[in-house]
């Protein structure tokens, strides 16, 4: 930049003799000799011009002048002291004396982690080892077909297509920055760099999130190399066990890991043998950790609705919302989501059991204390030490259903369960109707293109799913993806966790079907945050489209409902959570299913819930806030920053206090009655 | 930025016309309105001339960059290709298009490894007046850092004078990935066009890997700092046993060559000091290694590097800046500075000539007497080779044994006469010739003029006393890094001395592994001039605290002459001439010798340098220069066909174009 305004300084200074000359030429002609008028026509051409284009150049001029001073002024002034961060946790536990001790290793989440392309199709020339995913997006704007073509899998097989090889980004540098400005793992790294931690002993686990856990194994054989890499850290960090830091999805990731590795070879796993977790890992911090699944994920299937499950929709939402492009931006979105198999893992776990039936659900009376809090005090700060007394006067009439994850229109959210249609799904048809002579609209894959409207309409009418039956909606919708995605995940809970079909890996990321390694040195944590209002269960409408096109999604979430409160608002109803996770999902287990020795967590070993009340940043100067409780600010927050690093220094969990509890999880957990 | 300036001018015109129906309004800076009143008027036009039109020059100025700009953007990418090949005739295809329709597939893991200045390194801990680097570049990328606070950036790439390790409060360290050494600054290459090839035939990050080293640090000292070694040798475990178990190829460049001879023998020694991998690891999981551009036996260049801080690219900050550099307000400060910096790089001396006068040649004699350099000539032609060693050159043989020489006519005198004045036992003096270098750390400043004399006096060095002379000169530096490397040849290999560290990067104090069926290759660039010796002067500039500088007045008239600008030229890569490059794999590895006591089957692959015919080449797919010859095709070729399964008979054997085999049975070497 300083360089150009040199170059045009000089320039400059060339050429303002030459200007000035030809205006006070002017000024002697006028009054002189005849000859001279052939010279002056062309300049009074040229100011007649000067109007139009002249003036173009010299606003253009005067404002990039003005702004390089800015730019200038901006880059030389000290920053004023009430702008400067306060010190930062790293800061200030290094002058403490904490220091690097347990390796680390980081294992993003979903979405979050950059992907790169290693191979394409000629439409992606010059794109070679550049981010499709993460960085600043540009591709999608400039060629979006053949973005979203390089990074569908291939809906059969849930792998690369043919001729497209595109690989996750590896390193540090994977996931510190999800896009230029909105920072992932980079404030954490950067503290944990202040306390000593280094590239030897620090590690960003990245692997393709859009594969199944397994596949990344099977394609890109990241679980073995992420094993080898943490007995590499071992070695050379003097024999120190190994703090793993996995956050959102990536604790899921980490939970297949863990079982993984201790299966023999044979059998698919990677041979670390029993005692491998003993022998590794010091403790796993999983942050803002979606253990049950989320119900986002349900919305984000049925109708790619989901809010941020695909950042997607936040990146473009003018795209996707105007009419013109909305036929055909959220199709090619569902087709795109549907071909990653990731998604399905986050799909709630544990059936009716953890997440309620239609008639009550853990969280039933427990709710809507948002609403008042945000009218009458907007910051939420003191969100759970209001007195109870306010709550009790809110829940006023019946219980709100949130069991009823899936309910078509609101009514059907309401209505005692004797009255909502008995269908069962199982036994629908979904033979295509062919009267219905609508075209598909593209070639894109969707399976509701397969449906007739007569079989959406039954499935929508007067009906309500629950965390168990949704699944036989969603095997209805889209049976293929739900077939190829089904032997990678599984959703229930085990009855007799012995059973030896468990040893298959399509159960090892589901905590309610694995039991926890044999290591009761280990130390579980789930940090998370609260005071989100949290998308909990959904209403949903048929689409009134116009029927042109067939293979449109036929449902939407029915954005016109809204509540007294703010439980239920633009169709969706809200519990206590960090904006992604509900506390149910992210606490339970290391509240409850794996508190002492139970038969999940056989060993005992210790687990501990630390909860972050959100704070919404003071003003804008404070960016994303330092005290955020929400899904990925959460890792700027310095509470939770703090309590990271003092456990990779070697404190443990009853040194950094045991639990911190804000939200109502333990009364939730004690609710849910499976059995331990 | 463009997208809020391009909306401007449609804005703009429309409020200044306003005023033009109103007279009345008056606003200072509108200049549409001064200008059409200078007809009548003529009041404004003073105003008008001066902000105004500068204002108007950017303006216009920046308009056109954002159209041309935006023709550039909206131009196919595959335009530039077309224009090239309209001008020059369709373009072979790259190696990997090539490859990939011949039906090879990726097959054994690639392992490549940088050499010295080409990885980048990043901050992880500085001082103060680093604020808001953390983990950006300090080396590679746009230098920017160079520019803006120059004397922090020297303080933060320097390392400790007495260990050799990071300094307090700093931690720099390098980048890791194929990020760290495939562009070496924007635009320009090191890596970044073997890796494109790779991955057109089905290489991805799974079985191509970056070993990026701190290459700052000695090479035992990678190891004790960031365990970089113990990392290579597990990555390497893991993507074979990923790879169904293919051994893997092994691509070092440059520097990166001696790290990995230092490499296979750590990994096969007992633990403490080594890997603890056993006795055949190297048997178990390497296929091949393709050493480019190895400067196996160092490169004189290395010698002037430390001796004045001259030497043209060992440190390529000098390259970076050049204007800055010899500027001469700056130069009494900036090379002194870069010399404090490279000094404290254990790495530098890894890359002093090895084998002492054996190889490198005795005062009256060198492995390459006879060789002609036929400079532009040979470039036209592009023959050479046989016909360079059968014309009996009519200028004088040059003595390149005589590494270093005082005033040109010592360089050329005959032995008898030189009388040499041992400087070993001088007693360097007191005074010091200059105060103001005092701030400066070089060694230079412990000297008085008498040790000066005395090193003058001496005349002429070969490789043996040229060690003697940098111990001399800079005692400090060599102690610290006489530690880590040894520059000698071994008489008894098997004398259990050489088990330690310092001698593992150099190949005549070490033993290739027991690994039969592994392959060595020598790939290397020739056909440029490449520096073999010097001849120096004494500085008399009484700013400078560098008492010796190249003479760069010293040459001859003939055009043909290898003496240019005070540096004898012989063949080589531009950086390692031919000897160092290729020696080892033409004779003292071939077939069964002491040092490769296995039998490893050794190749050496010359690439004929070719520059690119024009500038729209960029820097070519023919070129021999020491790192240019990254993105020669023919090279790049051999590397795929061995990668996918081939082996050295396979790609032809040897392929020589310099005098290589000659020079090297010149050299009298027990085998």
Redesign the interface.
Same mark, same amino acid.
């Given at each position: 930049m300083t360089s150009i305004l040199r170059f045009r300084k000089l320039c400059f200074s060339s050429v303002t003799p030459k200007s000035a000359n030809t205006i006070r030429s002017e000024d002697t002609v006028i009054p002189e000799a005849k000859h001279t008028s052939t010279a002056v026509k062309p300049k009074r051409r040229r100011s007649g011009i000067w109007s139009c284009i002249d003036s173009c150049c010299w606003a253009i001029g005067y404002l990039c002048t003005a702004w390089w001073l800015l730019l200038f002024l901006y880059n030389s002034v000290p920053v004023p002291a009430m702008l400067q961060a306060p010190e930062s946790p790293g800061t200030r536990l290094s002058r403490e004396g904490v220091k690097a001790h347990y390796p680390v290793v980081l294992v993003p989440g979903i979405v979050t982690g950059g992907l790169e392309l290693w191979e394409g199709r000629p439409c992606a020339e010059g794109l070679f080892r550049k981010r499709l995913w993460g960085g600043s997006f540009t591709e999608i704007l400039r060629r979006p077909l053949c973005w979203l073509e390089h990074l569908s899998l291939d809906s059969e097989t849930g792998l690369d297509p043919a001729g497209i090889r595109v690989r996750a980004v590896r390193g540090l540098v994977a996931a510190d920055y999800f896009s230029p400005c909105y920072f992932a793992w980079a404030v954490l790294i950067e503290n944990f760099a202040k306390i000593g931690y280094e590239g030897k002993n620090l590690h960003m686990a990245s692997y393709d999130w859009r594969l199944s856990f397994h596949n990344t194994e099977v394609r890109d054989q990241s679980l073995s190399r992420l094993k080898s890499k943490i007995e590499l850290m071992y070695v050379t960090n003097g024999y120190k066990k190994v703090v793993v830091v996995p956050h959102s999805m990536g604790a899921i990731y980490f939970l297949h890991f863990l079982k993984w590795v201790e299966t023999p070879l044979p059998n698919g796993g990677g041979g670390g043998g029993s005692g491998w977790c003993a022998k590794h890992i010091k403790a796993v911090v999983n942050i803002g950790p979606a253990f049950l699944g989320v119900p986002k994920a349900v919305s984000n299937l049925l109708s790619a609705e989901g809010k941020d499950i695909a950042y997607a929709r936040a990146l473009a939402p003018g795209l996707l919302d105007s009419e013109l492009l909305k036929v055909q931006t959220l199709e090619h979105l569902i087709r795109m989501s549907h071909s990653w198999d990731s998604i399905v893992s986050l799909l709630p776990k544990g059936g009716e059991a953890i997440w309620g039936d239609l008639d009550a659900s853990p969280e039933e009376d427990l709710t809507c204390t948002f609403s008042k809090r945000k009218s009458l005090q907007p910051s939420l700060t003191n969100l759970h030490t209001q007195n109870i007394s306010v709550k009790q006067e809110l829940w006023v009439k019946e219980p709100t259903k949130f069991g009823r994850i899936i309910a078509f229109g609101k009514r059907a959210s309401e209505l005692p369960s004797s009255q909502l249609s008995s269908l069962n799904i199982k036994e629908l048809s979904r033979v295509n109707n062919t009267s219905n002579d609508s075209l598909p609209c593209g070639e894109y894959w969707s399976e509701y293109s397969e449906m007739s409207r007569e079989s959406i309409v039954k499935v929508a009418e007067n009906t309500a799913y629950t965390a168990t039956t949704v699944f036989d909606l969603l095997r209805f919708i889209a049976p293929k993806m739900m077939r190829r995605s089904e032997a990678h995940f599984s959703h229930g809970i085990a009855e007799n966790l012995d059973d030896p079909k468990y040893g298959h890996y399509k159960y090892w990321s589901n905590p309610l079907e694995t039991k926890l390694p044999d290591a009761p040195e280990m130390e579980m944590y789930s940090l998370y945050g609260v005071g989100i209002p949290t998308e909990r269960s959904y209403i949903y409408k048929l689409s009134t489209s116009s029927g042109k096109c067939k293979s449109n999604i036929p449902f939407r979430i029915d954005g016109s409902v809204d509540g007294k409160d703010v439980c239920l608002k633009g169709g969706a109803r809200f519990v206590d959570g960090d904006e992604s996770v509900p506390v149910i999902s992210a606490g339970f287990m290391c509240a409850k299913g794996w508190r002492g020795k139970t038969r999940f967590n056989p060993s005992g070993m210790e687990t501990f819930v630390r909860e972050y009340k959100h704070k919404p940043p003071g003003s804008l100067l404070e960016n994303r806030g330092t005290e955020s409780g929400a899904h990925v600010d959460i890792m700027g927050n310095v509470g939770l920053i703090e309590d990271v690093l003092r456990i990779a220094a070697g404190a443990s969990g009853q040194e950094l206090g045991g639990d911190r509890v804000y939200s109502d999880v333990l009364k939730i957990s004690e609710r849910i009655k499976i059995r331990l | 930025m463009p997208l809020i300036?391009r909306k401007?001018?449609t804005e703009?015109?429309s409020e200044?016309?306003v005023p033009?129906d109103e007279d009345s309004q008056k606003k200072p800076?509108e200049?549409?309105k001064t200008?059409?009143k200078? =007809?009548g008027g003529?009041v404004d036009?003073g105003k &008008? =001339?001066?902000v105004?039109?500068?204002? &108007?020059?950017?303006?216009?100025?920046?308009?056109t960059w954002w159209f041309l700009l935006f023709l550039y953007n909206a131009m196919p990418?595959?335009f530039p290709q077309y224009v090239t090949e309209a001008i020059t005739g369709p373009l072979p295809d790259p190696p990997g298009v090539k490859l990939k329709k011949e039906g090879l597939k990726a097959k054994h893991p690639v392992i490549f490894i940088p050499g010295i200045v080409t990885g980048g390194l990043e901050l &992880?801990?500085g001082k103060q007046c680093a604020d808001g680097l953390?983990?950006k570049r300090l080396w590679g990328g746009t230098f920017g850092e160079v520019y803006k606070r120059p004397l922090c950036w020297v303080e933060h790439m320097s390392l400790d004078n007495e260990t050799g390790m990071d300094p307090a409060g700093i931690?720099v360290?390098?980048v890791?990935?194929?990020?760290a050494a495939?562009y070496f600054a924007p635009g320009y290459f090191v890596w970044a066009v073997l890796?494109?090839n790779l991955?057109?035939i089905?290489y991805?990050?799974?079985n191509m890997y970056m070993a990026a080293y701190d290459w700052r640090l000695s090479f035992q000292n990678t190891e004790v700092r960031?365990?970089t070694l113990?990392?290579m040798k597990?990555?390497i475990?893991?993507m074979v046993?990923?790879n169904s178990g293919k051994k893997a190829v092994i691509v070092p460049h440059s520097m990166g060559v001696l790290y990995f001879l230092h490499f296979m023998k750590w990994v096969e020694a007992p633990a403490p000091m080594g890997g603890g991998g056993g006795p055949d690891w190297c048997a178990k999981y390497i296929k091949a290694v393709m050493n480019i551009g190895g400067p196996f036996l160092g490169v004189p260049k290395a010698v002037a590097g430390l001796f004045s801080a001259e030497a043209k690219d060992v440190a390529v900050a000098r390259a970076i800046a050049p204007g800055f550099l010899d500027t001469d307000i700056f130069r009494l400060q900036t090379l002194q500075h870069v010399m404090r910096m490279t000094r404290t790089w254990d790495s530098t001396m890894s890359m002093i000539p090895k084998g002492g006068d054996t190889i490198w040649g005795g005062l009256d004699w060198s492995p390459e007497k006879g060789h002609t350099c036929f400079g532009k000539k040979q470039k036209s032609n592009g023959t050479r080779g046989e016909d360079g060693e059968n014309s009996v050159s009519k200028t004088k043989p040059v003595n390149y044994g005589r590494i270093i020489s005082f005033g040109k006519e010592v360089a050329e005198a005959p032995p008898s006469e030189i009388k040499n004045i041992d400087f070993r036992g001088a007693v360097k003096g007191q005074s010091v010739p200059n105060n103001t270098c005092r701030d400066v750390w070089t060694e230079y400043h412990d000297m008085g003029i008498g040790g000066i004399k005395a090193i003058a006096e001496y005349k002429v060095y070969t490789a043996d006393a040229v060690i003697d002379l940098l111990h001399y000169v800079a005692p400090k530096m060599m102690a610290r890094g006489s530690a880590h490397f040894s520059y000698g040849i071994a008489d008894d290999l098997d004398d259990p001395k050489y088990q330690h560290h310092r001698h593992w990067s150099n190949p005549l104090e070490t033993k290739l592994p027991n690994a039969p069926e592994m392959e060595i290759f020598s790939l290397y660039g020739v056909g440029i001039p490449t520096e073999r010796s010097y001849v120096y002067k004494l500085n008399q500039s009484p700013d400078s605290c560098i008492p010796f500088q190249i003479f760069t007045n010293a040459h001859e008239e003939d055009e043909d002459s290898c003496l240019k600008a005070g540096v004898y030229n012989v063949d080589g890569d531009e950086t390692v001439p031919v000897l160092s490059a290729g020696f080892m794999c033409a004779k003292a590895w071939r077939g069964k010798t002491r040092f490769n006591p296995s039998g490893i089957k050794t190749y050496v692959r010359e690439y004929n340098h070719s520059p690119p015919a024009n500038l729209l080449e960029g820097r070519g797919t023919q070129s021999g220069a020491h790192v240019d010859i990254m993105g020669n095709f023919a090279l790049i070729e051999d590397i795929m066909r061995i990668a996918t399964g081939g082996n050295g008979s396979d790609i032809g054997h040897d392929q020589v174009y310099s005098g290589i085999y000659e020079w090297s049975e010149r050299i009298d070497l027990k085998l």
């Open positions: - | 300036h401007k001018p703009k015109p200044e016309e033009d800076h200049s549409s200008h059409k200078s =007809s003529g036009k &008008w =001339s001066c105004d039109s500068c204002c &108007w020059f950017i303006g216009c100025v920046c308009v990418a595959s &992880w801990e953390f983990r931690r360290r390098a890791s990935g194929l990020v495939d890796i494109a991955a057109h089905g991805e990050e799974k960031d365990q113990s990392r597990s990555n475990e893991l046993s990923t």
